[in-house]
């Protein structure tokens, strides 16, 4: 017993360590999966409280996992396990059967599962929880009760500290579409096409709209019908979902993704929450980008008036295109955040942190090229 309990300790403290890494790298996608589990609950008032609840997840995962493996504090450890995983597997199991969101992130998007496929999952490890709970008798340390909170403590505080440095940066490592070095228009590539899901909030209808025909620009239609779901459907290579819309609602994506020169994308997923110093600098350097000859627009989600807004505070120069903002959060992990391409290969991408002057940037990334 002492045996298959140590296989059983060892097996799920590796999976909750690589749920809990992978999703810490991306915090900012884990906050994205919560705000949507709020809005298909109906729980738009708990928003504010994703950051901090991505946060707590990911460091809670990992830290059992760790504790787990290094057979720290076992015994309270193994009841918080107990309680996780059976909350996890009721969950799932709702979610399976009424698919409230497409994607629970378990992996975060490391590895992508359904509803059912996490259900089934949760299950076999609900299995090994069970043992590591019913063996529990046979749980001790080789360490003292002191350094035993130490190491709890160490774990807890520098992966919290991990989950904070990276949201705050772009993941270190990339498991998103968009990641550098992805040719985005490959030949023979035709574009994806997604369509949502709304449902009307007073007579419970749901309508299904191809992505550029869906009217955001109705304030009075927005505020009347709310997200459920999303879809893509790929006619054939399409190695991305998005679609740039400008002013007279045509698409213009292949235009800017298949430039054969240098193209900058400055994305921002929610305009006005948008980091304010960082769309300022964006004025000089789109006119220096400009004089090189390269092309420079900004890809949002906003409405038109929100636009109008952000227009009249900024005075932009470039070109404003509409686009999903789900496709806009799976381009880059920051509001607003910057992307170099070129013939359909990303080339670079940048937080709003750690923007570069444009000369640093033709210097580092677009002489030689």
């Not at 990992?62 to 996890?88: E, H, P, Q, Y």
């Not at 992130?105 to 992508?112: L, N, R, T, Y």
């Not at 076999?124 to 190491?151: C, D, E, P, W, Y």
């Not at 007279?248 to 240098?262: H, K, L, M, Q, Y």
Request: glycine share 6%; proline share 4%.
């Amino acid at each position: 017993m002492t045996a298959l309990r140590t296989i059983c300790r060892f097996l799920i403290g590796l999976v909750f360590i690589f749920s809990g890494f992978v999703k810490g790298l991306d915090p900012t996608g884990t906050m994205f999966k919560i705000e949507d589990y709020f809005i298909a609950f109906g729980m738009e008032w708990a928003i504010p409280m994703a950051l901090a609840l991505s946060i707590l997840l990911c460091t809670v995962e990992f830290s059992i996992g760790m504790l787990l493996i290094l057979n720290v504090r076992i015994k309270l450890v193994t009841w918080v396990l107990f309680l996780m995983m059976a909350g996890f597997t009721v969950m799932t199991f709702f979610d399976a059967i009424y698919n409230p969101v497409p994607d629970c992130g378990c992996f975060g998007d490391a590895i992508k599962l359904t509803n059912w496929q996490t259900f089934y999952k949760n299950v076999v490890l609900m299995v090994f929880v069970l043992i590591i709970v019913f063996t529990g008798k046979k749980a001790h340390s080789v360490f003292s009760g002191r350094i035993q909170n130490m190491m709890a403590s160490g774990v807890i505080v520098l992966f919290a500290c991990f989950c904070i440095y990276s949201y705050n940066r772009l993941p270190v490592i990339d498991f998103l579409n968009w990641k550098v070095g992805r040719d985005m228009a490959p030949p023979n590539a035709r574009p994806a096409q997604t369509y949502l899901v709304y449902k009307n909030k007073a007579s419970g209808i749901t309508k299904e709209y191809l992505t550029g025909d869906l009217p955001w620009q109705d304030t009075v239609w927005m505020s009347q019908w709310e997200f459920v779901e999303s879809r893509t459907q790929s006619p054939g290579s399409s190695v991305h979902d998005l679609q740039l819309i400008d002013s007279s609602g045509a698409d213009v994506t292949r235009n800017f993704i298949e430039n054969p020169g240098f193209q900058f994308l400055l994305v921002s997923y929610n305009l006005i929450k948008a980091n304010r110093k960082a769309l300022l600098k964006m004025n000089a350097f789109y006119r220096q980008a400009e004089q090189d000859g390269h092309s420079f627009i900004l890809i949002t989600n906003a409405s038109d008036e929100d636009i109008r807004k952000y227009r009249e505070q900024y005075h932009p120069e470039f070109e404003i295109y509409n686009a999903d903002d789900v496709a806009l959060k799976m381009m880059i992990r920051s509001n607003p955040g910057l992307l170099l391409l070129k013939d359909g290969v990303v080339i670079q991408k940048w937080h709003y942190h750690y923007f570069l002057e444009y000369g640093k940037i033709r210097i580092k990334y677009m002489e030689g090229r």
